[in-house]
């Protein structure tokens, strides 16, 4: 070694290794066109996420909210009363219009509404995933068609022969 070279520790010259490597795979990773499926599903995912959510927010719900006279996201019991607060009343008959109010009081509120419009939403897109994935099994992966026998039995010995074959290899007899 001369007084201008620096030893370099071995670890050192396997980390900078590691790390090229990491680098090649991740560009490897990045020049498959997988990604860009992924991206475009993350986006269109996204959209179908707003769709829903305004199906069940804006159409739904308020259906449901009619039997209960409120907003179905408004549906909610107090259930403790902030110490502060002079009006706040526990249960259902309570004088708050919205969570946001109740809220505002430093009230405590157990939000079934909001709740049972979640479950909604998730049952809408389970529903609407199982359809998708039911569709691309049976467009995509749908079974190939049986290859046509290649073999049958012999009459004599019931071996397994060619379907072509005029004797059978087991036993001599013809076919």
Sequence with gaps: ??????????SATRAVEATRTLASDFKAFLERGSLVD??????????????????VTDLITPIIGLI????????????????????????SNNIYATIAEA????????????FIQ????????????????KAYTNLVLKPKPAAPEETKKCESC??????????CKFCASSQ
Excluded: R
């Design 1 to 10: 070694m001369t007084q201008h070279q620096v030893a370099i520790p071995q």
């Design 38 to 55: 992924l991206a475009v599903g993350i986006i269109v995912g996204g959209a179908f996420n707003t769709i829903v959510q305004s199906f």
């Design 68 to 91: 209960s006279q409120k907003n179905l996201e408004n549906n909610f019991l107090v259930i403790k009363c902030s110490e502060k607060s002079t009006v706040c009343q526990t249960g």
């Design 103 to 114: 809220a505002k009081d430093s009230a405590v509120t157990w939000n079934w509404g909001k």
């Design 118 to 133: 979640n479950v909604i939403y998730f049952l809408i897109v389970a529903l609407v995933m199982f359809f998708v994935v």
């Design 158 to 167: 019931l071996e397994e022969i060619h379907k072509d074959a005029k004797k």
